[in-house]
């Protein structure tokens, strides 16, 4: 059975999961291909990203971000989905095969972080 989450979780872990206050950057990658954007497939999507966006930058104008976010304002944009492409069969399972440290993550081989496992 596919576990379900709400769209309003799926914001608060991504929220969690990335620094929303970088632009085009994400950690020590950079360049617009590592921008920080929510895609959108109706209004109701658009209007919960945008009010989350205003939850988490009222939360920063606050200090609640911590040292490393004080005074920052989030970059991340909201977008209407477009087409969808696959990847090319070698980016498919990227952690499954190793990823980028050499650590096989998947269900099969013990991994339990629901974000990063396949399975």
């Known amino acids: 059975m596919l576990a379900q989450v709400t769209y ?5 872990v991504f ?10 950057r994400q950690g020590g990658d950079r360049g617009t291909q590592y921008r920080s954007a929510i895609y959108t497939h ?7 990203a945008l009010a989350k966006i205003a939850e988490v930058n009222e939360q920063l104008s606050k200090g ?18 477009g087409n969808y492409y696959l990847a090319e069969a070698y980016h498919q399972r990227y952690l499954e095969k190793g990823g980028r440290f050499g650590r096989l993550q998947s269900a099969a081989k013990g991994c339990n972080d629901p974000i990063r496992c396949y399975g």
């Open 8 to 12: 309003r979780q799926l914001l608060d």
């Open 15 to 24: 929220f969690n999961r990335i620094d929303p206050t970088t632009l085009n």
């Open 42 to 48: 109706n209004d109701q999507q658009q209007q919960e």
């Open 64 to 81: 609640l971000g911590g040292v490393k976010w004080l005074g920052r304002r989030v970059v991340t944009t909201v977008e209407p989905c």
